[in-house]
């Protein structure tokens, strides 16, 4: 009993300090989770090097490429932003005008009487596009005053982030056994073994979700093509690959493509394109990709995924929906495990004693 109360006081002494220093742990939990992703990356340069590669050489090698492949993400959105924005300042009071006279019918159809005067919306929206420097110079700085906190942490987020990265990777295996040691030598091989699994069942996820990003960049792509617009390739391209972030990347996508299409198409044609082409991916990104390429890779059933992402999204939030899937992995190498002490207990094996017979 003393020993089950020295563990539980342990455990709940490091979920309150994970809970005190969430705000400042956040960069370096980012930094672990690269760092676990990448560091097989880092093995295999050194395998290929035969030995002669310096580790310090292999890590900023590795670090490197995440990085450009992060910035190669955002400057898919270069294209989009420098095509569009001449057409925005342009075409934005055309484009009011078309969705006022496509509006205004099918709301009454509706029966929906309104009266859309959107005359001053597109004064001020083109007076703010076609400011000078000195007109909106004033704002932002004061935007950047009520904001400085938040642009503070981005900063710091980009600076810490990269460098407990850097010697995360380099010092990943003597990490590892340091942590391996504060376990019990009684429960060594046990650990061992769960850890194994896990790290398994969390590498099947992580090939999986690689699979449906880039199956989920080739649909919104090619659908996106049929519907005629210009810039399907980048905009689809970086909506399938940003889907790794729940609903955040789906919906800069749909965004980026309604705008996209307004400005090229009626009113009409860009939602209908927009409705066909994301519904249609949200479907099957939720019911059949990630179902079938993750679930199935980490043994849980199509529904059971569905089933965790609702309930970690319930519980946690965003960041429940974020790392509903790798949990459930590794809860579900727990749930096996302890089914196989079950089986194995007297509990189970045991005879009911009103059924016994000498």
């Not at 900063?155 to 504060?182: I, K, Q, S």
């Not at 299409?261 to 066909?276: D, K, R």
């Not at 679930?295 to 849980?300: D, K, V, W």
């Not at 965790?308 to 949990?327: N, R, Y």
Request: proline share 6%; with cysteine; charged share 15%.
């Amino acid at each position: 009993m003393s020993r089950l109360a020295s563990w539980l006081g342990v455990l709940v002494l490091c979920l309150a300090l994970l809970w005190l220093l969430a705000p400042v742990l956040a960069p370096f939990v980012i930094a672990a989770v690269l760092a676990y992703v990448l560091h097989p990356l880092v093995l295999r340069l050194e395998g290929w090097g035969r030995g002669r590669l310096p580790r310090t050489l292999a890590v900023v090698l590795v670090e490197a490429l995440a990085l450009l492949a992060m910035v190669g993400l955002l400057l898919l959105l270069v294209p989009v932003v420098w095509r569009e924005w001449p057409l925005i300042k342009q075409q934005l009071p055309l484009v009011l005008d078309r969705l006022d006279a496509s509006l205004r019918p099918w709301l009454a159809q509706w029966g929906v009487e309104v009266s859309l005067d959107l005359g001053e919306i597109k004064t001020q929206l083109k007076d703010y596009l076609t400011a000078n420097r000195e007109d909106w110079l004033a704002p932002l700085l004061s935007s950047l005053k009520l904001g400085g906190s938040v642009a503070l942490a981005v900063a710091g987020y980009a600076v810490l982030v990269p460098v407990a990265l850097f010697f995360m990777l380099h010092d990943w295996t003597r990490m590892v056994r340091l942590c391996v040691e504060l376990v019990p030598p009684r429960l060594r091989s046990r650990f061992d073994s769960f850890m194994l699994d896990c790290d398994t069942v969390l590498g099947e996820y992580l090939r999986g979700q690689l699979l449906v990003m880039l199956a989920l960049a080739v649909f919104y792509a090619v659908g996106l093509s049929l519907f005629g617009l210009d810039l399907a390739l980048p905009i689809g391209v970086f909506t399938g690959l940003a889907v790794f972030v729940p609903y955040l990347g789906f919906g800069l996508g749909l965004v980026l493509a309604l705008l996209a299409g307004l400005l090229q198409f009626s009113p009409g044609h860009a939602f209908l394109m927009v409705a066909v082409v994301y519904g249609l991916g949200q479907l099957l990104e939720s019911f059949v990709l990630t179902p079938r390429l993750v679930g199935e890779r980490i043994g849980l059933h199509p529904l059971s995924v569905i089933l965790a992402l609702m309930a970690f999204g319930q519980l946690l939030g965003f960041v429940g929906v974020l790392i509903a899937l790798p949990a459930s992995a590794v809860l579900l190498v727990a749930l096996r495990r302890l089914r196989e002490q079950y089986l194995q207990s007297q509990l189970y094996s045991s005879n009911d004693p009103g059924t016994h017979h000498p």
